[in-house]
């Protein structure tokens, strides 16, 4: 079964689309992270989850 660990980025109202782009690319290019979901609040707000899957080793005798 596969394991997710989650991060939540919120952006304020004023942070313009090119700018949430950029930081959730950086994200993902370089923390393996995925999107999850996006929730847009009426005050203009965004909040973001990213996930990645948790890798776990498996003891080798």
């Not at 997710?4 to 290019?29: D, N, P, V």
């Not at 923390?31 to 847009?40: D, K, Q, S, Y």
């Amino acid at each position: 079964m596969l394991e997710y660990e989650y991060r939540e980025l919120r952006f304020a109202r004023g942070t313009s689309r090119s700018a949430t782009r950029q930081a959730l690319a950086e994200h993902a290019e370089y923390g393996r992270w995925e999107l999850a979901r996006v929730r847009l609040y009426p005050n203009g707000s965004r909040r973001i989850t990213l996930r990645r899957k948790i890798i776990r080793q498996t003891r080798t005798i």
